[in-house]
């Protein structure tokens, strides 16, 4: 039985991978012919594109494959022969639900180790080799925003990355969603392990107003950003790994900023991997209940129902976003709707209705 779903598994996520691969070919066409993009770039760029395209298409093609290996099984009759044999349904089904549990957590390793740095390199070569676009070079960062600790965000206007210099600094201090403090300074330089800013002012905010005081040279205690904290690009917050934007939340909860998308997306790294589980469930329940129809009724249930399942989750996703459901429902609620049922589906094939 396991054998004949990771047969059709195989077959399913190179159909459903490929057909993604062409849409988004045909979107593309009009900047890879604009931009002369070499046939081997874009191969690159696929290439690195597809373990995402994978986890994506994942769902839709176990779905599948359970239905077919099942399917096959019942019209050979051998469904029939065990179940007189007195093997209950769930016994049946037990490897397919074996595969789709170690799916679900391969795919929240992949999530967390392979997937944001392959990202981060499909995105520089989108963005270079094909857009065109111009990088600021290796040494120096300029227009630099970055979401610091403690409630710290630094605006530089220059970082010479080899000098380990900011120029035209201001640092803002938030606590508890109002500005507290602000330090303003020419220059930085990191020197002995510490951060030393030159000419500028120290402002604080309170109750009685705006104290300001000046200086030549001021070291901020507690100060954890490092130089290499500066040296690299801000990444895109949904494509880090789990533990690094559960981080990211809580910087931006120090600084005061809406965490109610991010938190939606942190809830999703948990929720997305387990509707391979959910959709074997529905699957089996499906096909050990309905033993008629080949190929074409198999794809005809797995394209629906991966198609609402997916509309469930944007939806939610969505929602989750603008605030109107907490974030972990606005996750979850896809795996909620279909997990019942997937549930509902299982006890009434045990009863045989």
Not at 69 to 94: K, N, P, S, V, Y
Not at 149 to 169: N, Q
Not at 226 to 253: H, N
Request: with cysteine; proline share 3%.
């Amino acid at each position: 039985m396991v054998r004949e779903q990771l047969v059709a598994l195989a077959t399913g996520l190179c159909f459903f991978t490929s057909v993604f691969i062409i849409v988004d070919v045909f979107e593309k066409i009009d900047t890879y012919l604009d931009n002369t993009v070499p046939l081997l770039t874009v191969a690159t760029y696929y290439a690195m594109s597809i373990p995402g395209i994978v986890l994506q298409v994942l769902p839709m093609a176990m779905l599948l494959s359970c239905m077919l290996a099942l399917g096959q099984m019942g019209r050979d009759h051998e469904l029939t022969a065990m179940q007189a044999a007195g093997i209950g349904i769930g016994r049946i089904a037990a490897p397919l639900y074996a595969v789709a549990l170690a799916m679900s957590v391969l795919v929240f390793f992949v999530n967390e180790v392979a997937l944001p740095g392959l990202n981060a390199r499909k995105l520089r070569l989108y963005r270079v080799e094909i857009k065109k676009q111009s990088l600021e070079g290796a040494g120096m960062r300029t227009n630099l925003a970055y979401l610091g600790r403690d409630g710290r965000t630094f605006l530089i206007k220059s970082y010479t990355i080899a000098d380990r210099e900011m120029r035209e600094v201001v640092i803002q201090e938030i606590d508890q969603h109002t500005l507290t403090g602000r330090i303003d300074a020419e220059w930085a330089r990191w020197e002995e392990g510490r951060w030393v800013f030159r000419q500028g002012f120290v402002r604080r905010f309170d109750r009685e107003g705006e104290h300001a005081a000046q200086f030549q040279e001021l070291v901020i205690p507690g100060l954890a950003e490092r130089p290499e904290d500066f040296a690299k690009a801000e990444e895109d917050p949904m494509a880090l790994s789990y533990w690094e934007l559960e981080q990211y939340i809580g910087r931006l909860r120090q600084s005061g900023s809406r965490v109610q998308k991010y938190l939606v997306e942190l809830y999703l790294k948990v929720a997305f991997p387990l509707t391979n589980l959910i959709v074997v469930l529905i699957g089996t329940s499906l096909a050990l209940r309905v033993r008629r129809g080949g190929l074409a009724v198999s794809f005809g249930f797995s394209i629906f129902i991966s198609f609402i399942y997916y509309a469930f989750i944007r939806t939610g996703q969505a929602l989750g976003h603008n605030g109107t459901i907490p974030p972990v429902l606005a996750a979850w609620i896809g795996n909620l709707v279909f997990g019942a049922i997937a549930l509902w589906l299982f006890a009434r094939a045990r009863r045989g209705g």
